[in-house]
């Protein structure tokens, strides 16, 4: 499936990552013979790549999004879960050996 990339990023060992707009996100290396895309290599043709289309394989299997954006702040349930025993708080009790039963 067609897929739009959005972003361009390195990951933690320096090699290329298409970030595509249905929440994917695709290696991009160049090493030839491989893989040619020299592309990669400027941040002049990297930036051309941004709007263009890839093949998203991973939709097509119907995968999740690795990278879901719901805008917001994080929920914080820390006031309904007993830091003792991590027992929802719902009154159905601690867990066995809980400090706090």
Do not use: K, N
């Not at 994917?24 to 990669?40: A, C, I, L």
């Not at 263009?52 to 006031?79: I, K, N, Q, S, W």
């Amino acid at each position: 499936m067609e897929r739009v990339i959005v972003g361009l990023r390195q990951d933690a060992d320096g090699d290329w990552v298409a970030e595509l707009d249905c929440g994917h996100d695709q290696h991009v290396r160049h090493r030839p013979p491989f893989e040619s895309r020299p592309w990669v290599l400027t941040e002049e043709t990297r930036a051309e790549r941004i709007g263009t289309a890839r093949d998203c394989p991973l939709c097509d299997r119907g995968a999740p999004p690795a990278r879901v954006d719901y805008g917001g702040e994080a929920a914080c349930f820390a006031h309904v879960v007993c830091p003792g025993c991590g027992a929802v708080l719902d009154g159905s009790g601690h867990r066995p050996g809980c400090p706090r039963s």
